[in-house]
């Protein structure tokens, strides 16, 4: 069967720039929502931008919420980005208290404006990798630049599944996570030029073990 | 570390290709729209910024074929501007692989479509673009109905009034005023223009670029005026601004972008490098 990586599409965001990305890697890419094409891939994409409690409710209505737990069982690649990153948590602060995927412990909250100058963070910051050697960050610098736009971030209730971390203002936060066969970034690597590139190679690559 | 200033070259485009207006009359030509994309990306550059400057409807499919091609090729985000006028033609050019739009005649004329934009694709994609100019007055009791400022080079006051259709029309609204509107409405950032400023090579606005960032809680996008490197310092000191917009000073190969990061840095701006 051939190769494909499969990005998660819920209605949320902007999927066509991983998608983008995937072809100039000559990597064979499909936005699907149905649930077979996406169980059938080599490694899954869950992107997102937007609300919290509008993202769940869109995978509840498409039946994706299933989906993601038997990909996580069968130990299937999964690549949170952003909104999705936060989705795989168990909780949300968001406008309202709303259940995540809880494949990772941890919840998501606000960045206060006594700690940062604005909201959201946008723009580049650099992530500390707390690990040396983690598949994602292969061949990265430590300390390299990535892009971010985002207003919440993620807690990770266990310190052993975070593998970068970010400050803005005086709030250090956890930007790259990851469990078993599940990773995610709070960045968008699809918008961090060379760096963000090589985060997407490196997932592939691990795809095709 | 911190968060980065940001460094963005503009491209002005039409049917493609990049142009730079001085004070929005002459104009000349600098080449291929997406290989300066990604020359300048590869040079450091932090984000792209294309004002579709003919934004007449016929010409529509060049710009989307142009965002289309960008996005395939450029891994930095990228916004585009320029005869945006409905949610619809956001959508269209977001769905071609822009990350952010921005609004300007269309959003003084009808501020709803930043909330509605807002509302479907997100606060961070909805940028509103200010074009400011100054309006002198003697004292702030001379306009009573408007956020005047004493400059900080004179004793005299001023304030901004909003400028539609490429700086061509004045409308009377205070610029300030309506940054915080837009921000309220749902706009993630303001790319903020000083009609002053813009073409001349003499810096930024750095007044105005100052009391956006004072009154606003989103990132503020300083545009008009770089002509040297030093002309960015400022903007990042003393205007506080989040983001430089240059155009001419990038496009002429006056200076590179690398070039002007490493002397931003130098001066203690957080710069990613």
Known sequence: MTFYIAIIDYEMGNLKSIYKLLEYLNIKAVISSDPKEIL?????????????????????????????????????????ICLGHQLLFSLSEEMGTYQGLDLIKGKVISFNLKN????????????????????????????SYFYFVHSYYVCPKDEENILGTTEY???????????DNIVGTQFHPEKSSKYGIEMYRNFINYCKK | MVLTKRIIPCLDVTEGRVVKGIKF??????????????FYDEQGADELVFLDITASSDKRKILIDLVERTSEQIFIPFTVGGGIRTVGDIKEILRAGADKVSLNTSAVKNPNIITEGAKIFGSQCIVTAIDAKRVYVNSPEEALDKITIKLSD??????????IHGGRTPTGKDAIQWGIDAQNLGSGEILLTSMDMDGVKEGYDLDLTKIFNEKLNVPIIASGGAGNPQHIIDAFKKGRADAALAASIFHYGEYSINEVKKLCQKEGIPMRL
């Open chain 1, 40 to 80: 059938n891939a080599n490694g899954v994409i869950l992107p997102g931008v937007g609300a919290f409690g509008d993202a769940m409710m869109q995978l509840k209505k498409k039946n994706l919420i299933q989906v993601i737990e038997s990909l996580s069982e069968d130990r299937k690649p999964i690549f949170g």
């Open chain 2, 25 to 38: 009359v002459e104009i000349r030509d600098a080449g291929d729209a997406v290989e300066l994309g990604k």
């Open chain 2, 154 to 163: 004179s004793e005299r006051y001023c304030w901004w009034e909003v400028y």
């Open chain 1, 169 to 179: 203002g005086t709030t250090k936060f956890s930007s790259i996570v990851f469990k």
């Open chain 1, 116 to 143: 940062v100058e604005k909201v959201p963070q946008i723009g580049w910051n650099s992530v500390k990798f707390e690990l040396k050697d983690h598949y994602l960050i292969e061949g990265i610098p430590n300390n």
